[in-house]
């Protein structure tokens, strides 16, 4: 039980390094607005959630944003864009888990990624609308948007955004799962044990 618990936090350490680094590793993805970057970093946390559960992949979440506000910041010296990283992070995981874990199987997975992508594109276009976009507009002292203008950009650009982020990452994932779920799906029952 020991030995159980000193690997999963060994890696949990190393999954949220990985996850940093490619937090960091972010790109543009056109015809979004530059503010809105594609990066891989949720394909850790997913991974630790399966395979130590839920906890675990919201620590890595947690962790990685913990340390990109230290050492990258943030434009509004208030950290709402980790907050808001954090937060879509959680929405693709534990959608992705909780399902997982009742249909444990490959066309389980599909569904799974499918509905976290949908999640996470749903519920961040509600958060932006009611708190994200009023935080960095208030953090930044610009002139608030308009309801208007904020309809505009969720419909437009942050809804489809997400959802698109949330399939190009499924489809990695989905890429990694098919290798590793018998590995992934051993380290369940071992924990189990």
């Known amino acids: 039980m020991k030995k159980l618990k000193v690997k999963a ?6 999954l949220s390094s990985i996850s940093y ?16 970057l594609v990066d891989f970093s949720d394909i850790p946390a997913l991974i630790a959630a399966l395979i130590f559960g839920p906890l675990a992949g919201v620590l890595v979440e947690f ?7 230290f050492t990258v910041g943030s434009a509004t010296g ?5 907050i808001a990283n954090f937060i879509a992070g959680i929405l693709f995981i534990l959608p ?11 066309k389980g997975m599909t569904f799974a990624l499918i509905v976290g992508s949908l999640s996470m594109g ?9 708190v994200f976009l009023p935080a960095y507009t208030f953090f930044l002292n610009s002139p608030a948007m308009s309801t208007t203008e904020m309809r505009q950009l969720i419909v437009t ?5 997400n959802i698109m982020k949330g399939l190009i990452m499924s489809t990695i994932i989905f890429l990694i799962f098919i290798r590793m779920q018998s590995w992934i799906d051993k380290q ?5 044990m």
């Open 63 to 69: 962790i990685k944003n913990f340390l990109n506000y």
């Open 96 to 106: 992705t888990y909780y399902l997982y874990k009742k249909l444990k199987s490959r």
């Open 21 to 36: 680094i490619m937090m960091l590793l972010n790109f543009p993805m056109p015809p979004f607005p530059n503010f809105l």
């Open 157 to 161: 650009a942050i809804l489809p955004f």
């Open 78 to 82: 208030v950290p709402v864009g980790q």
């Open 188 to 192: 369940i029952v071992m924990k189990s």
């Open 122 to 130: 749903i519920f961040m276009s509600v958060l932006n609308y009611f």
């Open 9 to 14: 936090i060994v890696s949990i350490g190393m």
